[in-house]
């Protein structure tokens, strides 16, 4: 059974940055074409894809967030790291993480997901 | 980026209905397009990949059509559990989602 579990703050304060962790089972992130992305959801707004990388350590990110974003791995640990710096209150969602299907760049399944905070 | 318009915004509907959700992309994107359907406080759930493909274990009254620029998500008989909101996402270009659209029960 595949599963994803994110983990991290649920509350940051202004300019810090933020770093979450997304833990995989029941798929190695070794695995040819496999991924995970970062996806989140300020509250009862629409989802927002934030970056992705692969098992070839192939990495994309948002364009209007590229220069905030760092994501990484540790195919060791089955970990998918994502930092975000300059935190700010309209950063305040729910984030998620997503493992990419091997044919296309949709998402199955996702995690739970984890409630993150931006407030002094 | 391209930006992805998903109509309408929201719909009420009753048990039994057929419900049609239409995404447009600004650009064409082939059949890169997803739908997912999204619960309160759940995570969103892969529906439709590659513009018409279920994905296993969907019920078969969900469908999708399209390519290029205009697609749809089609619930042939609402049914109870289909309230939620669906989102549609392109993988052409990187990744956008849509705006989403909220089922309601009429």
């Given amino acids: ?30 695995n040819a074409r496999m991924g995970v ?15 992705h990388i692969f098992s070839n350590d192939e990495k994309s990110y948002s ?6 974003l760092t994501i990484s791995k ?3 640990k089955s970990q998918v790291v994502l ?13 998620y993480c997503a493992r990419i299907a091997a044919a296309g760049d949709w998402f199955d399944p996702w995690g739970q997901g984890t409630l993150v905070t931006v407030s002094s | ?33 997803a739908w997912y359907q ?7 759930k892969l529906l439709i990949y590659a513009a018409s493909s279920l994905q296993s274990g969907v019920p078969s009254r969900f469908s999708g059509s399209g390519s290029g620029t205009d697609f749809t998500l089609t619930i042939s008989s609402l049914q109870p559990e289909d309230f939620a909101t669906y989102y549609c996402q392109q ?11 909220k089922v309601e029960i009429k």
């Fill in chain 2, 1 to 33: 980026d391209i930006q992805m318009t998903q109509s309408p915004s929201s719909v009420s509907a009753s048990v039994g209905d057929r419900v049609t959700i239409t995404c447009r992309a600004s650009q064409g994107i082939s059949s890169w397009l």
């Fill in chain 1, 74 to 76: 540790d195919t060791s």
């Fill in chain 1, 63 to 68: 364009t209007s967030l590229k220069s905030r």
């Fill in chain 2, 91 to 101: 993988a052409n270009t990187l990744i956008t989602f849509g705006g989403g659209t």
């Fill in chain 1, 1 to 30: 059974q595949v599963t994803l579990k994110e983990s991290g703050p649920v509350l940051v304060k202004p300019t810090e940055t933020l770093t979450l962790t997304c833990t995989v089972s029941g798929f190695s992130l070794s």
């Fill in chain 2, 38 to 44: 999204q619960k309160p406080g759940k995570a969103p």
């Fill in chain 1, 83 to 95: 930092t975000m710096t300059n935190m700010d209150p309209v950063d305040t969602a729910t984030y």
């Fill in chain 1, 37 to 51: 992305s970062w996806i989140r959801q300020p509250p009862g707004k629409a989802l927002e894809w934030l970056a």
